[in-house]
T-cell receptor, first 111, second 113 residues
C-alpha cells in the first residue's frame, strides 16, 4: 500500500556536525515530496520540497536528495544547531495530492 | 508573514460533550486540510477541501465528526460526542493549489476527560 516511512526514530548529533535524516516511500506514483520540522507543541513547519523531476535541491543549510530508483529521499542539515532539535517528517504527494506523512525522526542536537 | 490561524490552541472537554475547532487558511489558498496527530505519530488526514467542496473525507469518522467550509475560506471541524480516544492535536493546513506545499497552523490540542 501507499506509505512513507523513516528509517530511524531518533538521531543524536553534536552541535556543528552535519545531520542526515532518511525517508523511504513505497508509492512509485509519488511525484512531490516535502520535509517538515515540528517542534514540541507546534504545527509542522515547511522546510524544503522536491519534485520527482529533480534529484537534488538545496536551501539554507538544508539539502534534499531524491533517489527514485530505490524510492528514498534524505534531508541533510549542515552545521546542525541546537535550534534544529525537533521531529522531522517527510511527506509525500502522489496522484491524490494529499500530503501523507510517515512516523517522523526525532533529531537531538547536543551542545 | 501569512499564517494559518487556528483556535482555540487548547481545549479540555468531557467525554460525550461537543467540541469545535476553527481554522482560517492563508489568504488565497483554495485547498484546506484537517489532520489529526496522536502524540508520537505523524499527522493523519481527516478531510480535504477544495474551495467549499469536500475532496476526500474517507478517513473522517462521520458518525461523530463533521467538517464544513461554507464560503470556501475558513473552516470548522466538530466532534459530537467526544470520546477519550479523540484526545490528540488537530492540525489545519492550507495550500495554494493541490500540488503545492501545504502550510500548517499551530494546531488545537484536545484533551477529552
Amino acid at each position: 500500500g501507499e506509505s512513507v516511512g523513516l528509517h530511524l526514530p531518533t538521531l543524536s548529533v553534536q552541535e556543528g556536525d552535519n545531520s542526515i535524516i532518511n525517508c523511504a516511500y513505497s508509492n512509485s506514483a509519488s511525484d512531490y515530496f516535502i520535509w517538515y520540522k515540528q517542534e514540541s507543541g507546534k504545527g509542522p513547519q515547511f522546510i524544503i520540497d522536491i519534485r520527482s523531476n529533480m534529484d537534488k535541491r538545496q536551501g539554507q543549510r538544508v539539502t534534499v536528495l531524491l533517489n527514485k530508483t530505490v524510492k528514498h529521499l534524505s534531508l541533510q542539515i549542515a552545521a546542525t544547531q541546537p535550534g534544529d532539535s525537533a521531529v522531522y517528517f517527510c511527506a509525500e504527494k502522489g496522484g491524490s495530492y494529499i500530503p501523507t506523512f510517515g512516523r517522523g525522526t526525532s533529531l537531538i542536537v547536543h551542545p | 508573514e501569512a499564517e494559518v490561524a487556528q483556535s482555540p490552541r487548547y481545549k479540555i472537554t468531557e467525554k460525550s460533550q461537543a467540541v469545535a475547532f476553527w481554522c482560517d487558511p492563508i489568504s488565497g489558498h483554495a485547498t484546506l486540510y484537517w489532520y489529526r496527530q496522536i502524540l508520537g505519530q505523524g499527522p493523519e488526514l481527516l478531510v480535504q477541501f477544495q474551495d467549499e467542496s469536500v475532496v476526500d473525507d474517507s478517513q473522517l469518522p462521520k458518525d461523530r465528526f463533521s467538517a464544513e467550509r461554507l464560503k470556501g475560506v475558513d473552516s470548522t471541524l466538530k466532534i459530537q460526542p467526544a470520546e477519550l480516544g479523540d484526545s490528540a492535536m488537530y492540525l489545519c493546513a492550507s495550500s495554494f493549489k493541490t500540488n503545492t506545499e501545504a502550510f500548517f497552523g499551530q494546531g488545537t490540542r484536545l484533551t477529552v476527560v
